[in-house]
């Protein structure tokens, strides 16, 4: 499970499946750890922007022949870092992937964000994904939030509508957004990509966002 600039909702939602009465097989493409740095021109996740200028990352992944991934991802958020640790399984039966994952958002102390934890569920069939994240606010656990989302992928574009609501017990609090994405191999393990977001909150009193996003990723493998 490799981090990129691209949606990272995507990427943190790999799903769950386990059933020995059904004929699965991993999602993974190869067992080992691998690593991977970039760049974008403007972080945004989930239609939420993180930084108003551009933002490095970088990602540290480990991921087995049965499914079961564990990493770590680092961004530059403008005053600080944020830093995701994340594991789960992922796995395919008859064409449907399935998967279950859990994820911890950090930040360090002069970051804009505090701490949050989520789960993370999908379903995906013939390129189109569905997937539900659910999450709680570390130092604010009334405050839990929810995620949910629909994509497809098609050879290098991608596209995904999806609902952010930073706080489920507050009405006109969400953020629904569509993210349509184009990403292609620059040379062996670099990879560069373009993504156009619209972001409308519910709330009347915030105005509709769009961003045009670039962005150059660079993976390898460690082991």
Partial sequence: MKKSFQLKSLLVSMAMASSVAFSMTSVTAHAGVSANI??????????????????????????????????????????????????GWSGEMDGIS????????GYTERAFDEPYKEVNLSVG??????????????LAKEEDYSNAYISYEYNSFSATYGVYDANIDVKKNAVSYLDLGYSTELSPGLEGGVNYIYASPEDSNNDPRAYLILGISKSFDVM
């Fill in 125 to 138: 069939f013939a390129g189109v994904t569905l997937g539900y994240d659910k999450g709680i606010h570390e």
């Fill in 38 to 87: 970039g760049m974008v021109s403007n972080y945004v996740f989930r239609g939420v922007e993180q930084t108003d200028s551009a933002s490095g990352f970088a990602g540290l992944d480990y991921e087995n022949d049965l499914g079961f991934y564990a990493g770590t991802w680092i961004a530059d958020v403008t005053d600080g870092l944020e830093y995701d640790l994340y594991a």
């Fill in 98 to 105: 399935l998967g279950v994952g859990g994820t911890y958002y």
